[in-house]
């Protein structure tokens, strides 16, 4: 799987190449500016990008930017963004286009090696990782919205992890639960939420989160 | 730098904006002259001189005290300075209530009081006080005595009947000696009653203007004491600002010091731990060092939080209006932000625009019972104005809580204002005004698209109707005049194609004008937007 990587602090850079090569995942190019990422993703067009929000040379938010206009010349082109900090803001603006391949993430996720090369490889596959704070956040500013306080604790677990992204299998398993267990679950919410029920992982998350996000 | 619950009168020009989204502020109590009737006119000015005659009784009582502290008994000059003040600050009033002229206070600000130095002493000059009485006293003399507006005040209370008294209470005047003249049996007495009717229409109004501005010259501010007012207020404004600034440094240091730091090195410590077991117990060793890696996301938590609290990332990375919508995206009542900015404003005073809004959208879900909230952001000029509305039931009272006291300082140290408007039942507006916050853009350049629509503009009417259209009916009426009009100076066959150019030409240079004008137009509002 061939990988792009922008991220300006050297050591973090490093180590994140480090840890992807040691997970078998090829980079192919490790940039540190948000002009040479534009370059990189459109010459490269890698499996996945990961992408660091403030990049030189503005500081600001220059690689979702980039990742952005990267995304529009290539439809769908899956990219993980990583930051210090999440919002939700963002997280919208990265859903905006509706072609999944989107992952945002908090950079200290990159502790947990396991799952961040677990995310990493969903988004490649044309899936979601969201950082559980966004979701958090998410559900905190629906927290006056009727349907969502409907929810059961466990069904609000479940809403929670399904917005991150994760398959009935991943929920299952950290959840405890059967898979079909998981699916009446998820069919209850689609119920309370007024969502029409969907196989497809991707598509699933993604009505969940712009229903959420339509608050 | 005062707050007012209800829509008062301490920023008048902030109080439009809050017209159309709440009840019509109550103005009429600033604005007298909105009842333009002339029978009420006659009254105030008949009022007015009855107050007058009451200012010149004050005035010889102000006369008496002076006269009495200048012999020696100068303890009475305060209270004698207090009662004209007194009497000088119901004129204020009732010339802004009935004149519709507003006039300030124009004194200095008070003294401080006096602040005993090391040895427990008052010093006061080169005497030193065991009590800060005599002390305090001197300055508030100093401050009574080198005030021109106390003797401004004296020069209004003395000549107010004579000059504007009189002019104000000219009808009731003649009404009066009307009166006494009929009742003498004499009946040209009858006239001056009927003059003043007669004339009262236009009289009454322009009399009760001249006695405002005679008041405000008496008794309003000076240059000199409104300097002195701004002085005051920036110098307080920076004492809080500089409070505030070194309070939040050590907040800071201390939240690091108890939280990041102290996280960092249990790290350390953990880590440490981790090596020494890594040969004897490896099982041991890695859970701690997962404690560990658990330990230093907490601290990373720790310092996002902190972060946050100093300058949010989304500020820096997308400016004040993005940074809205990223609060308004986290708040549990729907919130309706526009922003209509044209550029990126000054890192401080967005920083305390962004502030002051989260404060106020976090009052409306703590207290305000709202579903629904909306900001708007936008400019006039180079002032930044920032409105925060919402459906709740109203009743906010900034005396209670520190969250609105906090805002207004934040706001003081860039002379921004907060207005707010929360009558019980709702809704609440709140109006953040900052002045000088954009730096007005410098005017366009000249660019050719300028100079031709200004060409255009100007010169079309030219082709269009002398050289056009009046030279076509000269044609048509076959004069033998010829003016200045160019076709006809032409050969015959050469004289309706002239003709007609110049009318194409003027329609073209219109046409071009409007269609540059409407582009230029169309852009403005899209960069605005």
Redesign the interface.
């Known amino acids: 799987m061939r990988v792009v990587l922008a991220e300006d602090l050297h050591l973090l850079r490093e180590g994140l190449v480090h840890l992807l090569r040691a997970h078998g995942l090829e980079v192919v190019a490790a940039v540190e500016s948000g002009p040479e990422l534009l370059d990189a993703l459109v010459r490269e067009r890698p499996d996945v990008a990961v992408v660091d ?2 990049l030189p040379p503005t500081f ?2 220059e690689g979702l930017q980039a990742s952005l206009a990267a995304r529009k010349r290539i439809p769908g082109l899956p990219v993980l963004v990583l930051s ?2 999440v ?3 963002y997280a ?1 603006e990265l859903l905006a286009d509706g072609s999944g391949g989107i992952g945002y993430l908090l ?2 996720r990159v ?2 090696s396991e799952q961040f090369i677990d995310a990493v490889r969903r988004v490649a596959a044309g899936g979601t990782a969201m950082d559980p704070e966004v979701i958090a ?1 998410l559900l ?5 919205n009727e349907p969502v306080g409907r929810l059961t604790p466990r069904e609000r677990e479940v809403l929670e992890l399904m917005a991150e992204g994760r398959s009935n299998a991943a929920i299952g398993q950290r959840l405890y639960l059967s898979d079909s267990a998981v699916g009446k679950h998820t069919a209850n919410i689609f119920a309370k939420l007024g969502l029409a029920p969907s196989d497809d992982d991707n598509r699933r998350v993604l009505a969940v989160l712009a229903y959420l996000n339509d ?1 | 730098m005062r707050l007012r619950t209800d829509v008062g009168c301490t920023y008048p020009h902030l109080l439009r904006h809050l017209r159309p989204l709440s009840r019509p502020p109550r103005l009429s109590h600033t604005g007298g002259m909105s009842e333009r009737g002339t029978v009420p006119a006659l009254a105030k000015g008949a009022g007015l001189f009855c107050v007058a005659v009451f200012s010149q009784v004050v005035a010889a009582v102000v006369l008496v005290g002076m006269l009495l502290s200048s012999v020696g008994m100068v303890f009475l000059f305060p209270a004698t300075v207090r009662l004209m003040r007194r009497m000088t600050r119901l004129n204020r009033r009732l010339v802004a209530a009935w004149t519709g002229t507003p006039v300030d206070e124009p004194y200095l600000p008070e003294p401080a009081p006096p602040v005993p130095i090391a040895e427990g002493w008052y010093r006061d000059g080169r005497s030193l006080y065991k009590t800060p009485l005599i002390p305090a006293f001197n300055r508030r003399l100093n401050w009574l005595l080198k005030d021109s507006a106390t003797w401004r005040d004296f020069g209004f209370l003395a000549a107010d009947m004579w000059a504007g008294g009189l002019i104000a209470g000219a009808p009731l005047l003649l009404v009066v000696v009307g009166a006494v003249q009929l009742a003498g049996g004499n009946l040209i007495g009858l006239t001056w009653p009927l003059l003043a009717i007669a004339s009262a229409r236009w009289y009454a109004p322009w009399a009760l203007h001249v006695y405002g501005v005679i008041a405000r010259t008496f008794l309003g501010s000076t240059e000199k004491a409104r300097l002195a007012q701004q002085v005051d207020r920036l110098a307080r404004a920076r004492t809080e600002v500089v409070d505030s600034q070194a309070a939040e440094l050590r907040r800071i240091e201390r939240d690091l010091h108890d939280g990041a730091q102290a996280r960092l090195v249990a790290v350390g410590m953990t880590i440490g731990a981790a090596e020494e077991l890594m040969e004897s117990d490896p099982a041991a060793a890695r859970a701690l060092l997962a404690k560990a ?1 658990e330990a ?2 907490t601290a ?2 720790e310092l ?1 939080q902190l ?2 609290g100093i300058h949010p ?2 500020l ?3 400016g004040l209006g ?1 940074a809205v ?2 609060v308004a ?6 919130t309706h932000v526009s922003v209509d900015l044209p550029g990126k404003l000054d890192a401080p005073l967005e920083s305390a625009a962004y502030f002051a809004v989260s404060e106020l959208l976090t009052n409306v879900v703590r207290h305000s019972g709202a ?1 629904e909230a909306w900001i708007d952001i936008s400019c006039q000029g180079p002032t930044l104005r920032i409105t925060v509305r919402d459906d709740g039931h109203g009743g906010a009272d900034p005396s209670r809580g520190t969250g609105l006291a906090g805002i207004e300082r934040r706001l003081a140290a860039f002379d921004g204002v907060l207005a707010l408007s929360s009558p019980p039942g709702g809704p609440t507006t709140a109006v953040i005004e900052l002045p000088r916050a954009l730096s007005v853009s410098p005017r366009p350049p000249v660019t050719w698209r300028t100079i031709t629509t200004g060409i255009c503009w100007s010169l079309c009417w030219i082709p269009l109707f002398p050289q056009g259209f009046v030279a076509m009916i000269l044609k048509l009426v076959g004069t033998p005049e010829k003016s200045w009009f160019l076709a006809l100076y032409m050969p015959e066959r050469l004289q309706w194609p002239t003709i007609i150019g110049m009318i194409v030409l003027g329609a073209g240079m219109l046409a071009t004008a409007s269609v540059l004008t409407a582009r230029h137009r169309n852009a403005k509002d899209a960069a605005c937007a």
């Open positions: 929000v403030r600001t938010d210090q900090h919002e939700q803001l919208r950079k200290d502790f947990n956040k905190a500013s629906n927290a006056r608050k | 890696r230093s996301s990373l938590q996002r972060v946050r990332p989304v820096a990375e997308r993005d919508r990223a995206l986290d708040t549990a009542v729907r579903s």
